[in-house]
């Protein structure tokens, strides 16, 4: 049973606020990802968890006790950072069970936790090689192995993949979820890949200028975003802005039934979710481009002002010699400031 809480947490650099009053509760065995452009905060505030940064003000809190000033290897955390920086002059053995002899355990007993915890990271038999005879993926497991063998009840990852190749990176998202669950162990992720947040995380926390922008779920966060921002950075999306007038959202090339007060809005469509029926209509949409994804492919379409969009058709064959199209859009979020309306 852990449960991390952070409660009013503020970090100021100088003149700079990395961390806002933030707030968040990580329940047990829950993983959740901090997911932001650069400079929104993310490091920040998982380092202050981790004890490597003061928090300016407000409590962090571990299954209700406050750690806010204990150092970080009297916390119960474990972080594993981008840069993994193993002891190169120590086998993979010898790294993992270093802070284990710093806690005076028995050598028979720190044998069987470092075996136990390299078995689990895929890496049962590799405690005699060297760290530099490993794969980058290797070293990855070696630091997060590292971790884990010092059982804390929070893990702390900082961009862990950041380093490794697309193909490896999705791999060891898999693994390191796998192990996360199976050993139920509560986890803060920073992330600014929102593939990795969309497949690895319970919920999502998504940052902006040291705040939380969202948290939700990633189903959630995907098909309900609450602000055009949080709209933008997850997937693909078309945030066109127009005028409400009398019930109804327009722009040159589209017009939309949008029952709320006049004036102007943004309305969010993913391309999944724009349905697009072929026109000769001299202000519908004009067909700039169709990039053939076989399974599917994407349309860029263009307004009659010059405003680009894209929907996702089924099949590129279909479209083939076609110059424009009407807009349908089957689902969307409308936005005056934050989400004014949904159609799902
Ligand atoms: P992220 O992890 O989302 O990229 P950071 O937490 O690293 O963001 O940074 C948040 C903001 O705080 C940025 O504006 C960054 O320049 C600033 N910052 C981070 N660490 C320091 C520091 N040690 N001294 C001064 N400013 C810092």
């Known amino acids: 049973m852990a449960v991390l809480d952070i409660k009013d947490v503020s970090k100021v650099f100088s003149t700079t606020v990395a961390v806002d009053r933030f707030n968040l509760t990580v329940g047990d065995g829950e993983l959740v990802c901090l997911l932001g452009p650069s400079g929104s ?40 950072f981008q840069s993994h920086a193993l002891w190169t002059h120590m086998n993979v053995f010898k790294n993992l069970a270093f802070g284990l002899k710093l806690r005076r ?16 990271v895929g890496l049962g ?13 290797q070293q990855q497991r070696v630091a997060l192995a590292r971790s884990l ?31 996360q669950q199976r050993l139920g162990i509560t986890t803060l ?35 309900q975003p609450q602000t055009p921002f949080v709209a933008s950075f997850i997937g693909t999306m078309n945030l066109i802005e127009g005028v409400v007038s009398g019930g109804q959202f327009s722009r040159p090339g589209l017009k939309l039934p949008l029952p709320i007060a006049d004036g102007p809005a943004t309305v969010a469509v993913r391309p ?48 083939s010699g076609v110059q424009a199209a009407t807009l349908a859009p089957r689902a969307f979020a409308a936005y005056r400031e934050n989400v004014v309306a949904y159609r799902s």
Do not use: C
Request: hydrophobic share 40%; charged share 30%; proline share 7%.
């Open 125 to 137: 038999g590799f405690g005699h090689r060297a760290t530099n005879q490993l794969s980058g993926g």
């Open 41 to 80: 905060g993310k490091s920040t505030l998982l380092r202050m968890v981790g004890g490597f940064e003061t928090p300016s003000a407000g409590v962090v809190a571990i299954d209700g006790e406050d750690v806010t000033r204990v150092p970080p290897e009297k916390r119960p955390t474990g972080m594993v």
């Open 272 to 319: 999944e979710a724009l349905a697009i029926v072929k026109s000769g209509e001299p202000d519908s949409a004009r067909i700039h481009r169709i990039t053939d994804y076989g399974a599917h492919a994407i349309v860029d379409l263009e307004l009659p002002d010059g405003f680009r969009l894209k929907a996702t058709v089924p099949d590129a064959r279909e479209w």
């Open 105 to 120: 355990l028995p050598a028979d007993e720190i044998k069987r936790r470092v075996d136990a915890v390299l078995e689990l």
């Open 189 to 223: 992720f920073v992330t600014h890949g929102q593939d990795e947040a969309l497949s690895m995380a319970d919920r999502i926390v998504v940052m902006r200028d040291g705040k939380i922008e969202q948290v939700a779920p990633p189903d959630f966060l995907y098909r």
């Open 149 to 179: 063998v010092l059982e804390p009840k929070i893990l702390l990852l900082d961009e862990p993949f950041a380093s490794l190749d697309q193909h490896l990176r999705e791999r060891l998202r898999e693994e390191v979820r796998d192990i």
